[in-house]
């Protein structure tokens, strides 16, 4: 727990949320700022600033949690699909540093906009990034 991290302390109880689950490794609440009506957020109980830093038994259950998560919203609002959507890093869009997952719910034709102007590589690019990266796994 660190006292300074809003999350810790919605996590502890002395921030109230609108709870969706919780177990011991994760609670899922409303997010205050919903992206569209639904959208939760799903928080580690353990602090840690982003997915880089997670523990390996937090990080396998998370999709688990998050499937869960996603099915019940599928079923409540009949939504059209859901992004999952995780920042990390300030660069990235982070605001709060404990690692969390949003899920938002969305329908066609809705204005939510997750979107990016597609690049492109150049010849050998893509193969000597990716070697590059496989060197590091
Ligand atoms: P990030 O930008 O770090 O990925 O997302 C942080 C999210 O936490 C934002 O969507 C923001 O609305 C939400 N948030 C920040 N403070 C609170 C809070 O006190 N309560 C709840 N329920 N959500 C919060
Ligand atoms: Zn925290």
Same mark, same amino acid.
């Given at each position: 727990m660190q006292n300074n991290c809003i999350f810790c302390r919605i996590i502890a109880g002395e921030i109230p949320s609108a709870t969706v689950y919780e177990d011991k490794d994760f609670k899922a609440i409303m997010d205050i700022s919903p992206a569209a009506r639904g959208h939760v957020i799903m928080l580690s109980k353990r602090h840690c600033e982003n997915l880089l830093e997670l523990d390996d038994g937090t990080a396998e %259950? #998370?999709? @688990?949690?998050?499937?869960?998560?996603?099915?019940?919203? %599928? #079923?409540? @609002?009949?939504?059209?699909?859901?992004?999952?959507?995780?920042n990390n890093g300030e660069a990235a869009g982070q605001t709060v540093f404990h690692f969390h997952l949003h899920l938002i719910p969305r329908y066609q034709g809705d204005r939510i906009s997750l979107g990016w102007t597609p690049g492109a590589y150049g010849d050998g690019e893509a193969q000597a990034l990716a070697a590059a990266l496989a060197a590091r796994l």
């Amino acid at each position: 727990m660190q006292n300074n991290c809003i999350f810790c302390r919605i996590i502890a109880g002395e921030i109230p949320s609108a709870t969706v689950y919780e177990d011991k490794d994760f609670k899922a609440i409303m997010d205050i700022s919903p992206a569209a009506r639904g959208h939760v957020i799903m928080l580690s109980k353990r602090h840690c600033e982003n997915l880089l830093e997670l523990d390996d038994g937090t990080a396998e %259950k #998370a999709l @688990l949690v998050a499937r869960k998560l996603a099915r019940a919203l %599928k #079923a409540e @609002l009949n939504c059209d699909g859901i992004n999952l959507l995780q920042n990390n890093g300030e660069a990235a869009g982070q605001t709060v540093f404990h690692f969390h997952l949003h899920l938002i719910p969305r329908y066609q034709g809705d204005r939510i906009s997750l979107g990016w102007t597609p690049g492109a590589y150049g010849d050998g690019e893509a193969q000597a990034l990716a070697a590059a990266l496989a060197a590091r796994l």
